[in-house]
């Protein structure tokens, strides 16, 4: 369908395109910024006056709960409150019931989710066989099913030969591997430690957990060549060693959660539920250095981390409640809301959720200016109210999940719009 997007001011991240302008947009592609072609003739136009139009948003981190965790959250729910949230492009990771260890699974979850005209699915497939960490997966096959990349989710492989098997294959064919950075057994506390764990004795996990993990995975980077995302980064030091690793030109990129941006151990209050998460929440001194990290470009982006828990697994004591949060229509506000609180020029906070999570995904197929506004690229994008504010509360959430530690936020910037392949997937009323 021909669609015509006017009077909206346009930004492109990557580019540096900041103008009032129109979108046309036919076939699934952007086919003009500015005046129209003399023969497109739009079926539909929407009004995008006062309205910013940006690229649809690209999340590395989500969780569908499909398969396996249906009660928790369907493809359904779980997409639909992706494109509420602008979100057009996600990153399913591997940890469903069964894992994603092999090509059927990968290749009907894209086709589950393909059929739902919502957002794009990109999967990461297991690192090993059953997340078990023993057994490395077919990641050939798996790659030809649709997998962008291969991680352990939040399972740490303590055998150091396995992971650096992994990464000298992973190098051979330019996979890339994504690690969280976590001990295996430093990593088994639910609080980071500190003066409140041990006040309220809460089991401690140590920044050493981190950044052990860091040094091996660096280490092994040298001797290997592979290229490693890091996922949801959380502490300063890691920062620091992270910054440090790119600039000696190991090839590397990182993310850091919308949460761990945001929050400090203290929002666990008394032993609030909703803030278990991983990783868990650390100082004011870490969320300082990941927000100067996430804006000097240390940190190339911003994730959601979603993932839906129900009612049941949250309802518990605090070490014993499972860990997580719904986040997907959060993402873009809290990444406006970090820009207004820091100073951090807009183009930058669109960049963190658009281009430059895009740019770790690389060339996925046929999604030639993913992450991007450019004339044939893919018509997926986000026309946001940046004057809207509105208030986080569990029954306006699209998603199954409803636990977050941001209910009763305010925050600023409401989606109107979001396309995907030039199509309206999300309408506001």
């Given amino acids: 369908m021909n669609l015509l997007i006017q009077h909206g001011r346009v930004i492109d991240p990557a580019s540096g395109f900041d103008q009032h302008c129109d979108v046309a947009l036919a076939a699934g592609r952007v086919v003009a910024l500015g005046p129209a072609p003399a023969d497109f003739v739009p079926r539909r136009v929407l009004d995008a006056r006062d309205c910013i139009v ?6 590395l ?4 709960r499909e398969p396996g965790h249906e009660h928790e959250g369907m493809l359904e729910s779980e997409m639909a409150a992706a494109v509420a949230g602008g979100v057009t492009s996600l990153v399913c990771l591997p940890d469903t019931e069964p894992v994603l260890d092999e090509p059927g699974l990968v290749e009907m979850l894209k086709s589950r989710a393909e059929k739902l005209h919502l957002a794009r699915v990109f999967p990461l497939g297991a690192l090993t066989r059953g997340l078990a960490g023993e057994v490395l997966t077919e990641m050939a096959e798996l790659t030809e099913a649709g997998c962008v990349g291969f991680g352990q989710a939040e399972v740490p492989l303590p055998n150091t030969q396995v992971l650096q098997r992994a990464l000298q294959y992973a190098a051979t064919f330019g996979y890339t591997v994504w690690l969280r950075p976590q001990d295996a057994h430093l990593g088994r506390g639910v609080a980071a430690s500190g003066p409140l764990a041990t006040r309220l004795g809460l089991a401690g996990v ?5 950044t052990i993990a860091l040094h091996t995975i660096f280490e092994l980077q040298r001797s290997t060549g592979a290229r490693v995302h890091l996922c949801r980064l959380s502490s300063a030091a890691g920062v620091e060693l992270v910054r440090r690793a790119k600039a000696e030109g190991l090839p590397l990129s990182c993310d850091v959660s919308i949460n761990s941006l945001h929050l400090t151990d203290t929002d666990m209050g008394y032993f609030d539920s909703r803030a278990r998460l991983a990783p868990p929440l650390r100082q004011a001194r870490d969320r300082d250095a990941l927000r100067a990290g996430l804006a000097d470009g240390t940190i190339d982006a911003l994730v959601s981390d979603h993932t839906p828990v129900d009612e049941d697994a949250k309802a518990q004591p605090f070490a014993e409640a499972e860990p997580g949060a ?3 229509e959060l993402l873009l506000s809290l990444a406006l809301k970090w820009s207004q609180d820091q100073g951090v020029p807009l183009a930058r906070a669109l960049a963190v959720v658009s281009s430059a999570p895009a740019g770790v ?3 996925a197929p046929d999604q030639t ?3 991007r506004i450019v004339e044939g690229g893919v018509a997926d994008l986000c026309i946001l109210d940046p004057q809207a504010h509105w208030s986080v509360r569990a029954d306006a959430l699209r998603s199954q999940g409803k636990h977050t530690p941001f209910l009763g936020y305010e925050l600023p910037g409401q989606v109107r719009w979001t396309l995907v392949a030039g199509a309206v997937a999300f309408e506001r009323a």
Avoid: K
């Fill in 369 to 371: 200016g993913l992450g």
């Fill in 361 to 363: 995904l690389g060339n």
């Fill in 326 to 328: 719904t986040g997907l």
């Fill in 54 to 59: 940006l690229p649809g948003l690209v999340d």
């Fill in 206 to 210: 140590p920044v050493a957990a981190e």
């Fill in 61 to 64: 981190a989500a969780r569908l």
